[in-house]
């Protein structure tokens, strides 16, 4: 059966494969897609994406000391447990560098992750954590070091001659580790736990990638350019709930298998386009699963309950293949989804030349973009202290998300801030962490709702309180802020900033939510501000509008560093907490209201009566190119309908409809909308085990 023509008039039947699908489309790129790629670029290197050389040479110079290092670390563990003097010669550790780094997309002041393969009789827990980590701490070059061995990947981090490094270890099932070790091999897993496999798998899967991509210079630039866009758009964090490096490069990657002739400027519309249609929990694949006679757990819906779960499945492409993305929740993906029909828009407009790149990196204007805030601050006794505990809120920081989810039953939208901030006025090491917090659109018929998520913050302080190496002064407190009553450090001059005019807005992202979001740059203005007048004003014998939830341990810091801690809209209490975030009017409220009229709790705490009014509209997208995903046999995975309505309606949504393959795991399918009209079906089926494709192309 025919197949849709390219450019060159040849089919695409004959066209080379890449991933688990044929190509979207073989064109190559047009005079003004070359244009348009030039101007990318030199917009890149005036961003300072790109690394100098002296930099790059400083890294070299940095993983070969580390790797002198882990060799002499093994030997004297060699020794030290009696081993035979050719042992002791043989003995080795090799280094080994992953993501962004050994994908080639690492930009200036970027961290270098690094692994270190040593032989069976050199542990983890002890031998790393313990013997390496002491040995680092005596070492000059070496500052900041963090160990965090309870990590779902165990990794030490520390600055060595200011380059910082993410150090993993794997320790494989040979006396001898050769120095030309091909890690790739299947043979590397015989004979290890889970948590070594998933430190391996951050070079495998490096090497795969790098393998399954078309034109491996078009998905460097490329993904440098995503991973830019994801840090000033707020969504570059896997420990919060988005996605981090490896994710990122896994989208870019499939991206370039559907476009193999598209050079970056073409990528990156083309992500965009690609990933608003995208049908998720539908999985990301690079290539088919493998299994093997191993015994690892494998990505698998069907096996695996908590595959089930996960809401945007992003497969990496070396055994044992997994979910990489298995952080995100429902709202972290609704934040995706929202940034992804941004950028889409503004790509569009770009290709009309209506638009310049440099607006698809404005920085998102996350404390503009609603009216109610979680603001989570941590202290502690020192610097180093308030290292290892910020690492440990943070890590725990998306649990707060998903209780919130789960105990407002979804109504409550959370859209959690990846970046720290802190708080230079205070003599005491402190940082913070921030969410945004909305009503759901259309849950509910009700203009004014109150959440209560005192429970829910007890819970979430609870298990902060289980950190096991908690020291005397580690200390955090959760408050409910709003946006008037943001702390000016977390404003880039130290100040707030004024509402920026409609024009302003319009610069920043013309056709984005940002002006829909933002109070001053949407067509509802007027609007916006005159329910803002008409807000329940809180009576003046409440001076205080925050309400805080504090540890049930007492401040463990000096009397002084109390003292410079508290005061203004800051002060921090550390009575029994609660927090109440209202969409409701308080004063018809009788459960919120006492009998004397004020706000009250059980133990008559001053609660915040605040609107959740800020909402996100979505317009449907018009695109000359239509993508959808489906799922076929593998019902279990439609987790469902949240993920379906986190966005706006996708024009054409009847484009895909579901398969009927008999033996089948798992199918998907993809029919695009052509620039010239043509629509063409593209329908693949993974077979259990044999890993083969069946295709079946329609030219309609």
């Not at 060159?8 to 244009?35: M, R």
């Not at 539908?282 to 908590?306: A, H, Q, S, T, Y």
């Not at 610097?383 to 290892?388: I, P, Q, S």
């Not at 259309?442 to 190496?469: L, N, P």
Request: glycine share 6%; proline share 6%.
């Amino acid at each position: 059966m025919l197949g849709p023509e390219t450019p060159n008039g040849s089919s695409t039947l004959n066209v080379k494969k890449y991933g688990i699908t044929k190509p979207i489309s073989v064109a190559e790129p047009t005079d003004a897609d070359s244009q348009r790629n030039l101007e990318l670029e030199r917009f890149l290197v005036a961003s300072g994406l790109y690394a100098s050389e002296e930099e790059d040479a400083k890294r070299k110079d940095v993983i070969g000391q580390l790797d002198q290092i882990v060799k002499a670390w093994v030997k004297h563990l060699t020794r030290k447990r009696g081993y035979t003097d050719q042992m002791l010669e043989d003995a080795n550790a090799v280094i080994f560098t992953f993501g962004s780094y050994r994908l080639g997309a690492h930009g200036p002041g970027a961290d270098v992750d690094a692994l270190c393969v040593g032989p069976s009789y050199v542990n983890r827990e002890e031998d790393f954590f313990i013997v390496l980590h002491d040995k680092l701490a005596e070492m000059e070059e070496v500052t900041e070091l963090q160990p965090i061995p309870d990590a779902h990947v165990p990794v030490m981090k520390f600055k060595f001659q200011g380059i910082s490094i993410d150090l993993l270890y794997a320790s494989i099932s040979l006396l001898v580790v050769p120095e030309d070790i091909d890690i790739s091999d299947m043979s590397v897993l015989y004979n290890v736990d889970e948590q070594t496999v998933r430190s391996l798998n951050g070079c495998r899967v490096a090497d795969q990638i790098l393998k399954h991509v078309p034109n491996v210079e078009h998905f460097r630039t490329t993904l440098r350019c995503m991973k830019f866009w994801a840090k000033r758009r707020g969504v570059y964090s896997n420990v919060t709930g988005y996605l981090g490096g490896v994710n990122w490069a896994l989208l870019v990657a499939r991206v370039c298998q559907f476009y193999p002739n598209a050079i970056p400027s073409m990528l990156v519309s083309r992500f965009f386009r690609v990933y608003t249609q995208w049908r998720w929990p539908n999985p990301v694949m690079l290539c088919p699963i493998e299994e093997d006679e191993l015994g690892f757990l494998v990505w698998d819906p069907r096996k695996n309950p908590r595959d089930r779960s996960h809401h945007m499945p992003i497969i990496t492409p070396a055994y044992p293949c997994m979910n990489s993305s298995y952080n995100v929740s429902i709202s972290t993906l609704r934040v995706m989804m929202e940034q992804f029909q941004c950028g889409n828009r503004i790509c569009e407009e770009i290709e009309l030349n209506k638009a310049q790149w440099s607006v698809l990196f404005e920085p998102y204007l996350f404390f503009e973009a609603y009216k109610n805030y979680l603001q989570v601050d941590m202290v502690a006794a020192d610097a180093d202290d308030l290292l290892a505990w910020k690492g440990w809120v943070e890590s725990r920081f998306r649990q707060l998300t998903l209780k919130i989810e789960r105990d407002t039953d979804g109504m409550l939208q959370c859209h959690p801030n990846p970046n720290e901030y802190v708080d230079s006025s205070k003599q005491c090491p402190n940082s913070a962490f921030f969410m945004g917090l909305r009503k759901k659109e259309g849950g509910s018929g009700q203009e004014r709702q109150q959440f209560d998520i005192r429970g829910t913050v007890d819970e979430f302080r609870e298990e902060i309180s289980m950190y096991m190496f908690w020291k005397p002064g580690m200390d955090i407190y959760v408050s409910h802020v709003r946006r008037k009553q943001l702390p000016n450090f977390v404003f880039p001059d130290g100040h707030k900033r004024s509402r920026p005019s409609r024009h302003l807005n319009e610069q920043a992202g013309k056709g984005c939510e940002d002006d829909k979001m933002s109070p001053s740059g949407s067509s509802g203005k007027h609007r916006k501000r005159k329910s803002e007048h008409e807000m329940v004003e809180v009576k003046p014998d409440k001076t205080e509008k925050r309400a805080y939830i504090c540890p049930q341990r007492k401040l463990t810091t000096s009397p002084e560093t109390s003292a410079n801690w508290s005061g203004g809209t800051s002060q921090i209490s550390v009575t029994a907490g609660v927090c109440y975030v209202t969409t409701g009017d308080a004063n018809n409220n009788p459960e919120a209201r006492s009998s004397s009229g004020h706000l009250a709790s059980e133990k008559d705490i001053k609660v915040a009566d605040v609107p959740l009014g800020e909402t996100v509209d979505h317009e449907s997208i018009t695109l000359n190119e239509q993508i959808s995903m489906h799922m076929c046999n593998l019902p279990v995975v439609r987790n469902g309908s949240e993920s379906a309505k986190l966005v706006g309606p996708i024009s054409k949504p009847e484009l895909c409809s579901p398969c009927e393959v008999p033996n089948i795991e798992i199918a998907e399918t993809c029919k695009i909308e052509l620039n010239d009209d043509e629509i063409v079906d593209l329908g693949f089926w993974l077979h259990g085990g044999c890993g083969d494709c069946i295709f079946q192309e329609t030219a309609k």
